[in-house]
């Protein structure tokens, strides 16, 4: 079987106190929350941390309040999420794309916090040390000088970013809440990443997410997620869109995400076009249209290509027929899966 | 029906509850005082001279116990006795990624995984052959030394009545080309083994094997170790499909490692080790080549098969053959000729996948047959059903035909599916297909050439009243202990549960050749009747002459031994073997079984021969989206011609188990390699080697399956009873692809069928995605054998003689 390497371990019992052993871990102090993202990167040696700070059995970290605004704190579990009725009903986006991560099981264990600081995922790399030693390894080392197999003439690491609720949490406005033991900040989710696949979060490391805050403005939302079987999947694809109809459907703010299409999730500009119109067939297809130019899939992921990028545009378009009220029993048969989709779980 | 009170009764199976309770020890759960770990070093390079193998530095690796390189071992193996280029760790080259070049054996997993950086190699790297179409084109670098020539490693010809002249002037000409991508089995279990000497210095290996007979031989020869001296037990196997039947270098090695330390050493492969060691579905390139009359009879068929047999033989030549010898065993196919060449490419080797060989000519013919039927205007059922085998035949490959429900296969699933009210008659975007196919119960040959019994059952009875079963047979998942239990319940008229089994242990149970070519219920169940039935006889001779009841009277159920007359009279089943025990001495017989001869007597005609064949058919109900090619099979009706079911239970599950497989392979599997761009690396790895990434259906991909058990006892068979395990795999692709057609009039004539193929099947302008050229190949002399109805005697002649004699 497959084993990680060495590691210390140090259980937190309060965030302070996991601040505080992350500061003095140094580089090579992980957070461990679920582990189902960390232990695999561990044992493929993708990572090789010496010390982990379990977030674990840090009560504070736990829970989901919906009065007016919503916050959820980090160590809350996707399945709990997926069995909030609040959340169900008012973010049908965060609902459908924590409802369709990984499979049952995973989802009892891995939680919100380590879902959005989830590692971006690249078919050269997601691979076992001895795996990636046959091809001499990438840019992300553990050699220097190593190539970006996916666009060997560049400089820089093409990883996908492979969160399904970072855009929905995105579209919905989220912010969230990082703490260290220099204090604390509170950053739009947008701004937690950085457009570069082997180093995708612009938080320090020692800076722990405590909580992700969704406003409570009224928004329809959803997200619609690509992947080749009914579970366990990560995205190839994923669309998460916001809008807050005003008056005879004059669209009063729009935001439209794209995932798995880039080393971040991409919110796509064009979002701010759509404000003050009205979703008429015309204005989905020309938004779709443009917005899928921003989708650049590499072939890094399941499925080839050109193909998801095709589906981009399906998607952006379907996202919105749905969000418009059309019935989606009455799309084609991918568009329809995909709206109709939720996340399986034992009940 | 039947009188049986066991035999064909829905039923949980003898080891259910170890399974669902945890119980059931796995060869990875084995743990023994002062047991020692093994790890593998396995080469990066694809295709490499060994210069140099150093352990020293490795040696010296806290917890390190030993380490052993391919100069420990000196003997090659390989399951086939014509292919033994296997050696245990690598000595001169690597032939593929993952080859295994070293071993660590250490206190710990950890510590002899850590050691293996500490070896040192040196490398010549040699070029990389990564196709069938390089292994035709370049000679040299020649990955072995032994085969047909360069890199082919074997290919073969054999004719049917002169089949040139049947298509020289047909009424049509059917001419195509497909593809099978290759696939592997994904048992959940990861092969484990683990050695030890027992007390008097024996050597023992536990290991996750479906055939703990040639392991047995294998590790005598690698070994060079007298046969009684090795004892081999095959663990329950979390699943094999073809995965665990070769012996395998990890076995060899664990075993080395033991003789060497004194100690229990264990190894526990990674998923990615599974990946390499493979021995899965050979990709298969395929031209055929039809002549049917005006009615839609088949006249001629010519196939040829160009299989990618990665990088050692393993059963390769009797896949080769596989891909020809079943084409002719569904319909009546007057001549036929098939010619398939097996290349050795630097990839891990293909082999046995449940089906064997089949399913990729298999797709072949269904899929063609299809469009015969589409062009000459016929219902594609009707077309099948005015052509079928018939029952007690031969074929034109000289194949002895039993009994054949294939008709009532078609029947069944026409029926039930709706078919006349569905295909060509469903709205744009939804579509049915239909297929069939048929598969051996178990080979006539063994693997190597011996005239002994394939499957031998001991029985043990004594005072205790407790039946235990001794037999080769090796437990897989498919259910051979419910197989041997239920049989021997039957005959002796006690509980399947109340009956001990000892299964797949070489020193202690009769040779059985392993759970393969859906061989075990046949040739094991055989042999246990026979072993039953004798132990029976002892016990009624004893009861009668006790009790004065006449032998034939005698009824032996509920566990009692009674007076068919007045059943009062009798006693229990304990009761009655005291008496036979009392009388006859302690009470032990044996059964054994060795398949009817071939009828085939030519070169060749040694592959594809069998007691009896199994028949399905499948009809699958598709949503194609034309926008994307995404697919959906929303329906799968099946029916299977097994014979007799001899637990409708676990029969529904093995039906239910391929239609799953069967789906894989037709959607999404693939066992791919991927190359990086030559002027930067010669690098060749497994695209997807994990089970996250390799893409086998989930429980929410499966469609709904009604599942038909088509009844008609076969000769042959116990209590009638033919193969189920493995020929429902294969009608479920050609049923998809034929079905991807009637719903969007696109043709994928390759597996598998994911929506970016459909997409560029509906924008391309022949409507088709598919291989579009078959290599030109140098394909030697067919052997010539006339058909049975053009006389002959299943010899081989020439043409020539041919032409004298008419
Ligand atoms: C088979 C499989 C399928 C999967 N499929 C999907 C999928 O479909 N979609 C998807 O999005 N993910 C998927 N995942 C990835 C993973 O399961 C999820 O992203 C999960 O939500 C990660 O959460 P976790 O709590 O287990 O994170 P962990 O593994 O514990 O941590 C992940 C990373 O986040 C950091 N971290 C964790 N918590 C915090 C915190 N509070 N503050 C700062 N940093 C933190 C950790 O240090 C680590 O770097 C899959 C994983 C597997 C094994």
Redesign the pocket.
């Known amino acids: 079987m497959m084993r990680a390497g060495r590691f210390r371990y140090h259980v937190a019992s309060t965030v302070a106190d996991a601040a505080a052993a992350l500061a003095d871990g140094g580089p090579h102090a992980?957070?461990?929350?679920?582990?189902?993202?960390?232990?695999?990167n561990m044992k493929r040696r993708q990572d090789t941390p010496d010390l982990l700070v379990s977030?674990r059995h840090v009560g504070e970290?736990r829970g989901i309040s919906v009065n007016g605004e919503t916050a959820i704190h980090?160590?809350t579990s996707?399945d709990d999420i997926v069995k909030s009725a609040a959340i169900r009903a008012v973010h049908p986006a965060l609902h459908r794309a924590a409802s369709?991560?990984?499979?049952p099981l995973?989802r009892n264990?891995?939680?919100l916090?380590?879902?959005l600081?989830?590692?971006t995922r690249c078919n050269y790399y997601n691979q076992t040390f001895e795996w990636r030693k046959s091809i001499g390894f990438c840019l992300r080392g553990p050699v220097p000088d190593g190539i970006c197999w996916v666009a060997p003439s560049g400089r820089r690491c093409w990883a996908t970013a492979?969160?399904?609720?970072a855009p929905a949490l995105i579209a919905l406005g989220a912010r969230l809440t990082l703490l260290s033991r220099e204090g604390e900040r509170d950053i739009p989710l947008e701004e937690l990443y950085a457009d570069d696949g082997a180093c995708p979060l612009t938080k320090r490391a020692d800076?722990?997410?405590?909580s992700i805050r969704i406003p409570s403005r009224v928004v329809r939302s959803t997200y619609w997620k690509l992947r080749r079987r009914g579970s366990?999947?990560?995205?190839a694809l994923g669309v998460a869109a916001a809008i807050r109809p005003g008056p005879h459907g004059v669209i009063e703010d729009a935001r439209i995400v794209l995932g798995a299409v880039a080393s971040h999730p991409l919110l796509v500009p064009e979002s701010q076009l759509l404000i003050g119109r009205t979703l008429t067939d015309n204005v989905i297809e020309e938004f779709a249209e443009g917005a899928a130019r921003h989708a650049r899939p590499l072939d890094n992921t399941d499925f080839a290509m050109t193909w998801r990028k095709s589906v981009a545009r399906s998607f952006l378009s379907g996202a919105l027929r749905e969000l418009r009220g059309d019935d989606p029993s009455t799309f084609p048969l991918l568009a329809r899966e995909t709206a109709l989709r939720n996340g399986w779980r034992f009940e | 029906m039947s009188d049986y009170r066991v035999i064909g009764k829905a039923r949980r199976r003898v080891d259910a509850r170890a399974k669902v309770t945890g119980q059931t020890r796995f060869a990875d759960d084995l743990s023994f005082p002062r047991m020692l770990h093994c790890k593998l070093l396995r080469s990066p390079h694809p295709h490499a001279l060994l210069r140099q193998v150093d352990v020293t530095r490795a040696l010296r690796a806290p917890g390190v116990v030993a380490a052993l390189t391919g100069k420990d071992f000196s003997i090659r193996y390989g399951i086939l006795p014509v292919s033994q280029d296997e050696e245990p760790l690598c000595r001169d080259k690597v032939r593929m990624t993952g080859d295994p070049i070293a071993t660590v054996i250490a206190t710990t997993e950890e510590e002899a995984y850590a050691a293996l950086e500490l070896i040192d190699v040196e490398y010549e790297l040699l070029p990389v052959i990564a196709t069938p179409l390089e292994a035709l084109q370049c000679d040299e670098p020649r990955i072995h030394d032994y085969g047909d020539r360069g890199n082919v490693h074997k290919s073969v010809a054999l004719e049917f009545g002169d089949v040139d002249a049947a298509l020289a002037a047909p009424a049509h000409l059917f001419d195509d080309l497909f593809f099978y991508e290759g696939n592997t089995h994904l048992a959940i279990e990861q092969h484990a083994s683990v050695a030890l000497l027992e007390p008097d210095g024996r050597l023992a290996l536990y290991s996750s094997t479906q055939t703990p007979h040639y392991v047995h031989r294998a590790l005598s020869r690698a070994l060079d170790l007298a046969p009684h001296r090795i004892r081999v037990v095959a663990t329950p196997n979390g699943g094999g499909f073809g995965g665990k039947t070769d012996p395998f270098h990890h076995e060899i090695v664990v075993a080395k490692a033991a003789l060497l330390t004194g100690r229990p050493v264990k190894i526990c492969l990674t998923r990615e080790e599974v990946f390499q060691c493979h021995r899965g579905r050979h990709p298969v390139m395929m031209r055929m080549r039809t002549s049917v009359d005006d009615d839609g009879f088949i006249k001629a068929v010519d196939l040829e098969t160009l299989l990618d047999g990665g990088a050692y033989g393993s059963y390769g030549v009797a896949s080769t053959f596989y891909t020809g010898a079943l084409q002719t065993v569904t319909y009546r196919i007057p001549r036929y000729r098939f010619r398939g060449c097996r290349t050795f490419t630097n990839k891990p080797p293909c082999g046995p996948k449940r089906g064997h060989g089949t399913p990729q000519p298999r797709f072949a013919q269904e899929v063609q047959l299809d469009k015969i039927a589409v062009a000459l205007g016929k219902d594609p059922a009707d077309l099948r059903l005015q052509q079928l085998i018939e029952p007690h035949s031969l074929t034109a490959n000289w194949l002895q035909i039993g009994s054949v429900g294939l008709r009532e296969c078609i029947e069944r699933v026409i029926d039930r599916s709706g078919w006349r009210s569905k295909w060509q008659k469903m709205p744009h975007g939804r579509g049915a297909g239909l297929a069939c196919s048929s598969y051996l119960c178990g080979a006539a040959l063994p693997i190597y050439w011996n005239d002994m019994p394939h499957s031998g059952v001991q029985l043990k009875i004594d005072r205790s009243g407790l039946i235990t079963v001794f037999c080769g047979a090796t437990e897989v998942g498919q259910g051979s202990d419910d197989v041997l239990a239920g049989i021997v319940a039957e005959v002796l008229g006690v509980e399947p549960y109340d009956i001990r089994l000892v299964t797949g242990d070489t020193d202690l149970t009769p040779v059985d050749l392993g759970s393969y070519s859906s061989r075990v219920t046949l040739m094991a169940g055989n042999a246990a009747i026979q072993a039953a039935e004798r132990a029976k006889a002892l016990i009624a001779g004893a009861v009668s002459a006790k009790l004065g009841i006449p032998e034939e009277r005698l009824v032996f159920a509920e566990s009692r031994v009674f007076d068919a007359a007045d059943p009062a009279q009798g006693l229990a089943f304990r009761d009655a073997v005291i008496i036979a025990e009392t009388i006859q001495g302690s009470i032990g017989t044996v059964g054994s079984y060795k398949p009817p001869a071939a009828a085939a007597r030519f070169k060749g005609g040694g592959v594809g021969p069998s007691p009896s064949y199994s028949y399905t058919t499948a009809v699958a109900e598709v949503e194609v989206d034309a926008g994307t090619g995404w697919l959906r099979v929303e329906k799968i009706w099946i029916a299977h011609d097994i014979g007799r079911a001899l637990n409708p239970t676990l029969a529904r599950g093995q039906v239910e188990g391929s239609v799953y497989m069967g789906l894989g392979e037709a959607l999404s599997e693939e066992q791919a390699m991927r190359r990086l761009p030559p002027r930067l690396s010669h690098a060749l790895v497994h695209k997807t080697p994990s089970m996250?990434d390799y893409k086998s259906p989930t429980a929410l991909d499966m469609p709904e399956v009604f599942v038909d058990l088509i009844e008609q006892a076969e000769a042959n068979g116990p209590f009638g009873a033919k193969e189920v395990g493995q020929g429902p795999l294969l009608p479920i692709a050609p049923a998809i692809a034929n079905a991807v057609f009637d719903a969007v009039g696109v043709r994928v004539d390759e597996v598998p069928i994911t929506p970016e193929k459909i997409l560029r099947a509906l924008k391309a302008s022949g409507r088709r995605a598919g291989p579009q050229q078959f290599p030109s190949i140098a394909w030697p002399q067919a052997v010539y054998v006339p058909p049975p109805w053009e006389g002959g005697d299943g010899r081989a002649a020439t043409k020539a003689e041919e032409a004298l004699q008419s």
């Not at chain 1, 366990?232 to 995205?235: L, N, Q, W």
């Open positions: 992980r957070l461990l929350a679920g582990g189902t993202d960390l232990i695999p977030l970290l980090a160590g996707l369709q991560i990984a499979s995973i264990t891995a939680t916090g380590g879902n600081c989830v590692d492979s969160s399904d609720s800076e722990i997410v405590t366990i999947d990560f995205p | 996250l």
